[in-house]
């Protein structure tokens, strides 16, 4: 019963986020994530409702940090035949900063969580972003087979 209560508190809340807005795939991906990590965390409404501006602030952070740094560095890889020793270098260095500072997202992430959810359920967020990442892409690996 406890379970089903908080499933439906957090659809009350999905609903009245996105309440007008379309559901496009990436809304239905994270609807999906909510319920599925709010269940596996087995997190209670007060901890749920700490939790996810915590969540949602650290993918808006890494994203951010995707968007500015990665995107660079994967562009010249594609181009990495052709980079002389000094670019190749340089792009060396660039990388080593951007995984540097990916951990260091990490740790913040993992030291703001601590103040919400237990060292517990933080291991198991892991492994619910592990399982969840894996059920989407067998869910996607389905439909695509099955629209051949």
């Given at each position: 019963?406890n ?5 439906l508190l957090v659809f009350?809340?999905?609903?009245s ?8 795939e990436?809304?239905?991906?994270q609807?999906?994530?909510i ?6 965390l087995?997190?209670?409404p007060s901890?749920?409702?700490?939790f996810w501006?915590?969540y949602?602030?650290?993918?808006k ?7 500015s740094e ?5 562009s010249?890889?594609d ?5 002389n020793?000094?670019e190749?270098s340089?792009l ?8 540097k500072s ?5 740790e ?15 291991m198991?967020?892991k492994k619910?972003?592990?399982d969840f990442h894996k059920k989407l892409l067998?869910?996607?690996q389905?439909?695509k087979?099955?629209?051949n």
């Amino acid at each position: 019963m406890n379970k089903n209560y908080i499933l439906l508190l957090v659809f009350t809340f999905i609903c009245s986020f996105y309440g007008n807005a379309q559901n496009s795939e990436s809304e239905k991906i994270q609807q999906l994530k909510i319920a599925f990590f709010t269940e596996e965390l087995n997190l209670t409404p007060s901890e749920a409702k700490r939790f996810w501006p915590v969540y949602t602030e650290h993918n808006k952070r890494y994203e951010n940090l995707r968007n500015s740094e990665w995107s660079d560095i994967k562009s010249k890889l594609d181009n990495i035949k052709n980079l002389n020793q000094e670019e190749a270098s340089r792009l060396l260095d660039n990388y080593m900063s951007y995984k540097k500072s990916r951990v260091e997202l990490r740790e913040d992430f993992v030291d703001n969580l601590k103040e919400v959810i237990s060292p517990k359920q933080i291991m198991m967020l892991k492994k619910a972003e592990y399982d969840f990442h894996k059920k989407l892409l067998k869910q996607y690996q389905s439909d695509k087979s099955s629209k051949n």
